[in-house]
Every structure is written in structure tokens, then in C-alpha cells.
């Protein structure tokens, strides 16, 4: 494994790449360390490939696979985060943190690198390291064309004056260098696979190939890299047991027992306890848990709402329909408890930390989120940002106190599950093979224990159920803010006023907690280049309507 295998070496890396750098378009300085001093042997070279891997969701934000949510319809982050809201502009930190030249010139870099090791590798060493330097090129290009749209296309590295020349060249001509990139590493790779897990391979570059197809609504191309996935026999939805009885695998899937004994995981952001860790137990966790978090990403009323009966219709239609479990729920909250978050899909307990909800370690009940007990750490008096609901999904419920600032847990990139839905999306968007994509649905839903009860209807019914369960099984994977972007409904979801727990007012009423006002307008499907950027280069022009 990376993480065990490899140490990292910051000393090198601040010499050669950090100092002296530009916030931006920028070279890193090659008179820190000669280039006649390095790239001479394998050691050398595979020291500088393996960093490269840090600039895959890099420090400080390394946890916004969990976080991008938060501007998304799903939730948002604790206080006032400006994507969210729809209020962000040129100016904006998270805006300024998206655009990454400072890493494609590390990676430019390192690639000129590897032309000056030729001599000290072999052809098939060569085309591996360069392939795997290459994609994560590519996979970072990729997220910047998909935020900014035209973007700057720098293949070498550039002096500080050159960078400053740059300009924008045209999305469809950025889209094909990362397409063509991805599939000469995707030939490259084969010639020499790795069995490294969290280093780049086959799978790893299919899969993205898919995610990448699919938001560019080429889905013959996903039905080909999906299939080569699910072909090669490797992968499937993870189950766990416990003395031959499968425990609730989709939360154990997020728990840090599942990493390295994980066939479902193709690709991930790994830790390696203790020399690299997160805060994202403290980040994501109550004031009264064994963490005392920080309650830093807040799930919003409508996201909870999402969530089914566990019959598998709508909680909305529980009553209509004589549902049983409408009046359990009744009945479970005339007893003081929240029954409105009984009977529901797995996933919303595995997934949201609800008013209720009971921290569990081997089966005993540790700690319960007590928002309404006046004397609780946790009560809404003492968290007015709070919207009454918190994230379990990543959380490792078995850590101690000190655990809180040395999270672990690797956070997943590309999983199985992804691969089959977008598969199924590929086949609903055709609509061909119907069949094949109602099956695809329902065994995700079945590994979570809901009923597979997607049936084949017809192609505006099954889109909305294809989206519906991807909201649910990749909620916090990253994943929700890219979908509502590309299908082109935030005009929909990200519009008016967002909604927290319903609690207890002095009449004797339930209202939910107003936490605020969303607005969208559809010219920030483009987010706007950052000022700092275009104050250092007159030549970068400005996205329209900003």
C-alpha cells in the first residue's frame, strides 16, 4: 500500500516546489535543487512521482470529498459559506482554492523530470510513472474545466513572466488534451500494472474515464469503461460480517475497519496513521461526543426528507397510502422519542446523525444526540448555526478522545457502486437495456436492505429514481454538487429558504429552523475566475455575469 509504504518527503518537496512560488500560474524554482543533482536513479524519480499523489485533494482542504456537499442541496457547512448560498463571488477563498496552477506546475514539473530520468528507467517503469503523473494532471484539469469552464493550458513549466501571458484557451480544447491524456495513460498503465492499493492502475482510470463521459453525456463511452470494470471480476459491493451474519454493510463501508480489506473501493484518498492524518472526526462530529466537535457540515431538512420508508415509497405518502409504519412512527414519538427518522432507509442513520440518534460501539449505546435536554452539551440554545442534524459517514465511532485530530479513515474517490450507477445512468439516458438498469438499481438498494422495487416504466420515471438513489447512496462522497451542475436543475434545488430539525417552540409546536436564504442564478453553472488570478494576468478574461 501507498500509505505503508511510502514516506513522504516534505524537505524535497518545499525546495524544489514551494519556494518562491506565485499564488497562481507559476513555475516551480529550479535553481533549488539542479536538476544535474536528481533524476538519476528509480529512488529518486519514484519519491517525486509518489508525491505527486498529495496534490489529489491536497492540504488543507483534503476532506472536501465530505465537505463539497455543503454547496450542494444536500447540506451546508457551519456559518456562511458563500457557493452555498449562491452569494460567492471572484473574491471568494474556496473559488481562489479551485484553481490549481500551483499544482499543475508541480506536476508539470515533475513530468520534465521524468524526460531527464529516461536513462535510469526502464521503457515499461517510464510509461508507468509518466501515466500516472499524467492523470492526476488530467483528473485536476478536470475539475477546474468542469468549475471554471475555459481555463489556461499549461503542458510545461512556465517562468513567472511566461505565466503571466497565459490566457484562456477554449473548454472543448482543454476537454480533448484531458481525454486524450487520461486514455494514453489508460494504454501506458497496462503495459505495467501496479498492485499498489491507492496508487493509479487500469480500474482507477476507467472509472474516472466513466465519470468523466458521463458528465459530458457521451454515454456510449461509459457503458465501455463501466464494462471493463465490471468485466475484469475484481470489484463489488462490500459486504461485512460478524460471525457469518452480515452486519449493515453500507455503514461499515465509511468505518475505518473497511480500509484495505475493501473490494469495493477502486480509488481513494489514503491516511497513514499517524504521519498523515485529518481532523474529520472533530470536523463532522456533536459537541457532546467523545470528539466534542465542531458540527463544521449541517444536512439540511431536505435532505433528510429524501430519504424513504423502508417500505421504498416517499415518507411524504406513508399516510395517504395506509403505510404501517406511518403510525409506528406515531407511536414512537408519543414515547418521547423522534419517530419521524424510525423506519427509514438504512442509509439515513448510516449516512446523518438525526435528533435521537443513538453513538454506538459494539453494540452499546455510548452517547445519544440530545438537542432538546436542556442540560445537554448539545442542546440548539448553545448551537444557534446548528441545523439538528450532523454527519456519522466517515466518522470513526470506535476512536478516543485524542482520535478526534487523527482521523484516518480513507476517503473514498471512484467506488463499485458509482460504476453501477452510472451505468445505469448511461442506459436510462439511451434508454436501452432497461432491464439491465433497473437491476443495477436494485442491487445497490438491496445491499442497503431496502426493496428493490424499481421497476422498468419508462425513461423520465426511472431518470428520476436513478437520481433519487444516487443522491442517497453517494451522499457526502463529493459527488451531488458535480450531478446538479450537470443536469442542469439547481434553478430547482438550490432556490429559496433551507430548512433545519424541526423543534419544539413555546406554543407547543414543531417549526423548523430557518438557517438561510439560497438564491441561483444560472450564470454560476460557471464560477468566476479568481481575482488574484487576474490581477497577476491582465490576458485572463472574466466568465459572464460576474
Known amino acids: 500500500m501507498i500509505k ?74 457551519k456559518g456562511k459559506y458563500a457557493i452555498g448560498n449562491g452569494s460567492f463571488t471572484a473574491y471568494d477563498g474556496k473559488v481562489k482554492a479551485e484553481w490549481k496552477y500551483k499544482d499543475i506546475a508541480k506536476l508539470n514539473y515533475v513530468l520534465e523530470g521524468l524526460e531527464n530520468s529516461k536513462d535510469f528507467l526502464t521503457a515499461d517503469e517510464y510509461a508507468h510513472m509518466t501515466a500516472e503523473v499524467r492523470f492526476i494532471r488530467a483528473f485536476i484539469y478536470y475539475e477546474m474545466l468542469f468549475y471554471f469552464g475555459d481555463i489556461p493550458l499549461i503542458t510545461k513549466v512556465l517562468t513567472i513572466d511566461e505565466s503571466r501571458e497565459t490566457s484562456r484557451q477554449p473548454r472543448a480544447e482543454v476537454l480533448n488534451f484531458i481525454l486524450t491524456e487520461i486514455n494514453a495513460a489508460l494504454e501506458d498503465i497496462k503495459k505495467n500494472p501496479s498492485t ?11 472509472g474516472y474515464l466513466a ?33 457469518d451474519t452480515e452486519k449493515n454493510s453500507y455503514e ?51 435532505m433528510i426528507d429524501e430519504y424513504e420508508c423502508i417500505e421504498g415509497h416517499s415518507i411524504h405518502d406513508c399516510e395517504a397510502s395506509g403505510c404501517p409504519y406511518a403510525a409506528k412512527r406515531a407511536e414512537h414519538s408519543e414515547n418521547g422519542g423522534y419517530g419521524e427518522y424510525e423506519y427509514r432507509d438504512p442509509r439515513l442513520k448510516s449516512t446523518i446523525i438525526t435528533p435521537g440518534w443513538e453513538w454506538k460501539v459494539n453494540g452499546v449505546v455510548t452517547y445519544v444526540y440530545d438537542l432538546e435536554n436542556p442540560t445537554s452539551v448539545d442542546n440548539l440554545s448553545k448551537e444557534p448555526k446548528s441545523s439538528g442534524f450532523l454527519l456519522t459517514k466517515w466518522v470513526d465511532l470506535e476512536g478516543k478522545k485524542e482520535d478526534a485530530w487523527l482521523t484516518h479513515k480513507n476517503m473514498t474517490i471512484i467506488r463499485y457502486a458509482d460504476i453501477m450507477l452510472m451505468r445505469a445512468e448511461a442506459l436510462i439516458e439511451k434508454n436501452e437495456n432497461l432491464d439491465e438498469a433497473v437491476a443495477l438499481i436494485n442491487e ?19 431518470r428520476e429514481k436513478l437520481r433519487h438513489e444516487r443522491r442517497i447512496e453517494l451522499a457526502f462522497e463529493g459527488l451531488r454538487y458535480f ?9 430547482k434545488v438550490k432556490n429559496g429558504n433551507v430548512y433545519g430539525f424541526a423543534k419544539m417552540t413555546d406554543s407547543g409546536k414543531r417549526e423548523n429552523i430557518f438557517m438561510e436564504k439560497r438564491v441561483w442564478k444560472d450564470h454560476m453553472y460557471l464560477w468566476p475566475i479568481p481575482q488574484d ?3 497577476l494576468n491582465e490576458n485572463l478574461t472574466q466568465n459572464p455575469g460576474w
Request: aromatic share 12%.
Open 4 to 77: 505503508k509504504k511510502i514516506q513522504i518527503v516534505f524537505i524535497l518537496l518545499c525546495s524544489i516546489l514551494l519556494i518562491g512560488c506565485d499564488d497562481f500560474l507559476t513555475t516551480p524554482p529550479l535553481d533549488e535543487i539542479p536538476s544535474t543533482e536528481w533524476w538519476k536513479n528509480k529512488e529518486q524519480v519514484q519519491l517525486m512521482v509518489n508525491e505527486c499523489y498529495v496534490t489529489i485533494y491536497p492540504d488543507p482542504d483534503s476532506h472536501i470529498i465530505a465537505f463539497r456537499d455543503g454547496w450542494s442541496d444536500n447540506a451546508m457547512w
Open 196 to 206: 499498489d492499493t491507492g496508487r493509479i492502475n487500469e480500474d482507477v482510470i476507467n
Open 483 to 491: 450531478d446538479i451542475i450537470r443536469w442542469r436543475i439547481c434553478d
Open 444 to 462: 445497490i438498494r438491496d445491499r442497503a436492505r431496502m426493496p428493490g422495487n424499481v421497476q422498468v416504466t419508462n425513461q423520465s420515471n426511472l
Open 252 to 302: 461499515e463501508l465509511f468505518r475505518p475497519a473497511a480500509d484495505g480489506n475493501n473490494n469495493e473501493v477502486i480509488f481513494e484518498k489514503q491516511w497513514s496513521y499517524p504521519l498523515k492524518v485529518t481532523s474529520l472526526n472533530h470536523d463532522l462530529s456533536p459537541m457532546g461526543s467523545v470528539y466534542k466537535g465542531w458540527l463544521r457540515m449541517l444536512p439540511v431538512q431536505n
Open 533 to 535: 488570478a487576474r490581477d
Open 211 to 243: 465519470r468523466v463521459y458521463l458528465y459530458e453525456k457521451d454515454y456510449d463511452k461509459v457503458l465501455v469503461h463501466t464494462k471493463a470494470i465490471m468485466d475484469s471480476g475484481r470489484y463489488g459491493l462490500y459486504r461485512a460480517y460478524d460471525n
